[in-house]
């Protein structure tokens, strides 16, 4: 029990840290810039939730057995691999959950603070361009995510490894 409720605390704290971070960023960010940077720091965050939720699948769905094979070769990033998937749960919930659902919060951020210039640079209602956004951002982020999770589930032991390897790579430096 002591353990699920570190646990709980980890991921509010993550929660509470990346949600600031991503946040923050974004209002810089479009307080900064035009509608078509605004755009595209939209589309990289709808990327950015596909991914994760893409690595989150892959961890629950990988078979750990072709990963002991390739770390009984040394081949770097395969120990790394392991572990995320010793710690799947956690790494799923991580992704999807804390990374994913901020991803989701932060592109309607973004989405709202394009519906405002739209709206304002061509003298739109509004509700018509907040239904068009909310649409876009919406359809985009499920039916990406649904093509991402077939693909994360035929390709889940690829996905570990090369994560594994990223892990790997960043930890000698």
């Known amino acids: 029990m002591n353990k699920n409720v570190n646990w709980i605390y980890k991921v509010f704290l993550l929660s509470f840290i990346f949600s600031s971070l991503f946040s923050g960023i974004s209002s810089l960010i479009a307080d900064n810039f035009n509608m078509i940077i605004v755009t595209i720091i939209l589309f990289l965050v709808i990327g950015i939730g596909i991914l994760f939720d893409m690595i ?3 961890v629950l769905t990988s078979n750990e057995a072709s ?3 390739k770390a009984s070769k040394k081949i770097n990033g395969a120990k790394e691999a392991i572990t995320l998937l010793k710690n799947a749960t956690q790494v799923s919930s991580i992704c ?5 659902d901020i991803c989701g919060i932060v592109s309607g951020s973004l989405g709202a603070v394009l519906t405002l210039a739209i709206g304002t640079k061509f003298s739109l209602p509004s509700t018509l361009i907040t239904i068009l956004i909310t649409a876009v951002i919406s359809s985009l982020t499920v039916g990406c995510k649904a093509i991402g999770k077939n693909i994360a589930a035929k390709n889940c032991d690829t ?3 090369m994560v594994g390897k990223l892990k790997h790579f ?3 430096k």
């Open 67 to 69: 990963l002991h094979a």
């Open 96 to 100: 999807q959950d804390v990374i994913g």
């Open 170 to 172: 960043f930890k000698l």
């Open 56 to 58: 989150g699948v892959s």
């Open 159 to 161: 996905i570990v490894f």
